[in-house]
């Protein structure tokens, strides 16, 4: 039963660990893009076990991948030994990844790459100093959580490193939110000069971004502006990591990496998530000069192992043969244009936002910005009760978050929307 599995839960696992919905789901089977709970109800899934289950549940060639590397006896051996499935892997995102002469090191979580890339950059600049933005997140560990710029998810106030902050992309409210698209890039690289001279000492290690905020609801900055950063951050020698944690392999619809979108190329690139399809998955990929620049020995136990790394290649053969990007583009537009066009209008509703099958929806309160995290949530557990899972992110708790699986079908796509958009209006009480 659910109710007894959620009590042992409780007994056994720390309260800090969150459960969504007011009566929690246990996920017992999955295909496609559908799952089924423990009572038999099947729910189509809007969220992918947080942007992870890229391609969907229960998908033959990558079942098959893993199964045949199983059939093998070895599930792990170390990277002491040559791993071929890892190697194979790390030729086709160097090779994707638009850095030239890159280096591949494996991970087991978007946390561990961002550490990994954290570690590098600062050794290589030989400077703790680190630039980061508001309204980040990038992982639960000692470094990364210090560039985590989310009070809800800083755990610590203790930091290794010494961060200075930029301003976010965010519309709605911030600083730079009343600005035009082209007064908000200027007064952003503005910013960044103004936090170098006043807030650093100069000798910066590198700035870490993602192009779309994940945890901070879908936020993200106008095309373009890591461009206007990466002209200053190079006259001062600065590296550029890209999280592109949630935004990687043509999720966006637009390019296979978000960084793409504005024109430049980062020296250091974090993945993790959707590679794995559900393993454990992750790494960081980057100029050799950067990435040799560890001066003892270093390796993951887990990363990059036989198991993981030959579901990650059937993945992303499996990404690139069926074109997922593109799909990714156009079933994202059936979405964010239904919403925009049946919802967008609602005084509720502050904006429609993201891009490809990354996209929030943010609830304030009507005649104004405040954040209504009430309203988001009545939202959430009524596309529920529609059969839809979605997620929820933001700042204030008010972002509800959408990240299918890339192989979303059209028919999925406005069977989905149709529920989002009749649980908006219900929560609201608004008339259909």
Not at 108 to 134: D, F, K, P, W, Y
Not at 144 to 158: E, F, K, Q
Not at 178 to 194: K, P, W
């Amino acid at each position: 039963m659910t109710d007894d599995l959620l009590a042992r839960h409780r007994a056994v696992l720390p309260s800090w660990m969150p459960l969504y919905y007011a009566e929690p789901l246990e996920l017992v089977s999955g295909s496609g893009r559908r799952v089924t709970d423990a009572q038999g109800r099947s729910y189509l899934d809007f969220f992918g076990g947080v942007l992870t289950n890229m391609i969907g549940y229960d998908i033959p060639e990558i079942r098959e991948a893993v199964e045949r590397q199983l059939a093998t006896g070895i599930v792990h051996t170390s990277t002491l030994y040559l791993i071929r499935q890892q190697v194979e892997l790390a030729e086709k995102i160097a090779q994707r990844s638009g850095i030239p002469d890159a280096r591949v090191f494996f991970t087991n979580s978007g946390t561990e790459a961002n550490e990994a890339a954290l570690l590098v950059a600062t050794n290589h600049r030989r400077s703790h100093q680190i630039l980061a933005v508001r309204n980040s997140y990038h992982g639960r560990s000692y470094a990364a959580m210090g560039v985590t710029g989310n009070r809800n998810w800083s755990a610590s106030g203790l930091n290794p490193l010494q961060v200075a902050w930029l301003h976010s992309g965010d519309r709605v409210r911030g600083l730079l939110a009343r600005l035009s698209v082209d007064e908000q890039v200027d007064a952003a690289v503005e910013d960044l000069r103004e936090v170098l001279a006043t807030q650093t000492a100069g000798d910066v290690a590198a700035l870490i971004a993602e192009p779309i905020q994940g945890v901070g609801g879908f936020v993200h900055p106008p095309d373009g502006l890591f461009a206007g950063w990466k002209k200053v951050l190079d006259e001062h020698g600065i590296l550029f990591i890209a999280d592109e944690v949630q935004t990687g392999w043509g999720r966006t619809g637009e390019h296979f990496w978000g960084y793409q979108a504005h024109g430049v190329t980062p020296d250091l690139l974090t993945f993790a998530k959707g590679i794995g399809n559900g393993f454990a998955l992750a790494g960081v990929v980057g100029r050799a000069e950067v990435l040799e620049s560890v001066p003892a020995i270093s390796f993951s136990t887990f990363g990059g192992n036989p198991i993981s790394t030959a579901a990650g290649n059937a993945v992303l053969d499996y990404l690139i043969a069926h074109d997922l990007q593109a799909n990714a583009a156009r079933v994202g537009a059936i979405l964010a244009d239904g919403l925009r066009s049946a919802v967008g209008g609602l005084d509720c509703v502050a904006e429609v936002r993201g891009k490809g099958l990354m996209l929030g929806v943010e609830f304030v309160r009507p005649g104004g910005s405040e954040p209504d995290p009430a309203l988001t949530n009545r939202v959430f557990e009524a596309a529920r009760d529609g059969g839809l899972l979605t997620g929820k992110g933001g700042l204030h708790g008010n972002v509800l978050r959408m990240g299918p699986p890339l192989t979303l079908t059209e028919e999925e796509a406005r069977e989905g929307l149709a529920i989002l958009v009749d649980a908006i209006r219900t929560a609201a009480g608004v008339a259909a």
